[in-house]
Nanobody, 126 residues
Framework: QAELAESGGGLVQAGGSLTLSCAAS????????MGWFRQTPGKERESIAG???????????YYADSVKGRFTISRGNAGNTVYLQMNSLKPEDTAVYYC????????????????WGKGTLVTVSS
């Protein structure tokens, strides 16, 4: 019954900002890495931002080159929530954004994620 639920997607004009939120339920995610993927039609789902989490601390934050400097990831104090502040949005940021959790405590997309949210759509108009 463990679930991740995203919120905060919507329509925004280029140059605008949105904040995505993800909340875990059904179990604790306090020792899980958490972060965000996005996917557009015909493309593989790609990791864009993620954080490690262990012992109540974030040891590192990962950002894809395409979003570095524009997006900021953060975790709630208990580690069961994750946020993505998106600034200076571009039309190419249009995608379905998915929250994900990695039970290893790291952000390791190559090893696969253990939990996924259902996605929230972000549309950026030019």
């Amino acid at each position: 019954q463990a679930e991740l639920a995203e919120s905060g997607g919507g329509l925004v004009q280029a140059g605008g900002s949105l904040t995505l939120s993800c909340a875990a339920s059904g179990r604790t995610f306090s020792n899980y890495g958490m972060g965000w993927f996005r996917q557009t039609p015909g493309k593989e789902r790609e990791s864009i931002a993620g954080t490690s989490w262990s012992g109540g601390k974030t040891y590192y934050a990962y950002y894809a080159d395409s979003v570095k400097g524009r997006f900021t990831i953060s975790r709630g104090n208990a580690g069961n929530t994750v946020y993505l502040q998106m600034n200076s949005l571009k039309p190419e940021d249009t995608a379905v954004y998915y929250c994900a959790a990695d039970k290893s405590g790291n952000w390791s997309p190559r090893n696969g994620m253990d939990y996924w949210g259902k996605g929230t759509l972000v549309t950026v108009s030019s």
